[in-house]
Each structure stands twice: as C-alpha cells, then as structure tokens.
Nanobody
Framework: QVQLVESGGGLVQPGGSLRLSCAVS????????MSWYRQAPGKQLELVAR???????TYADSVKGRFAISRDNTKNTIALQMNGLKPEDTAVYYC?????????WGQGTQVTVSS
C-alpha cells in the first residue's frame, strides 16, 4: 500500500506561483510512476505532469514551460512547482502513484487563481 498526502494549495493572483508537495509513505519501493493530475469544476480529470523512476518527466502542453515536477528521495516527496499561474489552472490537484499492481491517489489540494 502507498499513502499520499498533498499540501501547498491556496489562492494566488494570475502570474503568481505555488509549490505543491506530495508526501509519500508505505511501499515506496514498488512505485514505478508518480504524477500530478487536476480536475476543474465541470471538467474531466487531466494529467498535468509525471515523473518516472529514472526521473524522466512529461508535461501537459498547457503547462509546459510553466510547471516543473521533481522528486526528493531523501524526503520521500514529489513536488510540483507552478509559475505563471493562469485562471484556467484553477482546479483540485491530485497526487498519483502507480505500482505494478495498483494506482493510489491523494485527497487533493485546491488551487485557485484569481484576482
């Protein structure tokens, strides 16, 4: 089992920055892939960024050049640095971990971009 706890969401003005963090615990050695997803009101769940065990990263076109996913193996955390935030980035952001057998989700953290 893997447990994920997100933090760092909040209200920010357009153009501002936020850093989300996902604390990972449990059978960490079994994780192959970690991702950040988001879901805006009335919209489908959307992949934002992912990072593999070898630290290869992938981003949605809508966030390329503005967001960066990273991992800190000493602290067992995954971070999502979000710069140049836009109102359309407003959503609940979820941390996701995938093993060979299961997928695990955090509870989500709200990000609101508004003036």
């Amino acid at each position: 089992q893997v447990q994920l706890v997100e933090s760092g969401g909040g209200l920010v003005q357009p153009g501002g920055s936020l850093r989300l963090s996902c604390a990972v615990s449990g059978t960490i050695f079994s994780i192959n892939l970690m991702s950040w997803y988001r879901q805006a009101p009335g919209k489908q769940l959307e992949l934002v960024a992912r990072i593999t065990r070898s630290s290869t990263t992938t981003y949605a076109d809508s966030v390329k050049g503005r967001f960066a996913i990273s991992r800190d193996n000493t602290k067992n955390t995954i971070a999502l640095q979000m710069n140049g935030l836009k109102p359309e980035d407003t959503a609940v952001y979820y941390c996701n971990a995938v093993t060979t057998r299961d997928a695990f989700w955090g509870q989500g953290t709200q990000v609101t971009v508004s003036s």
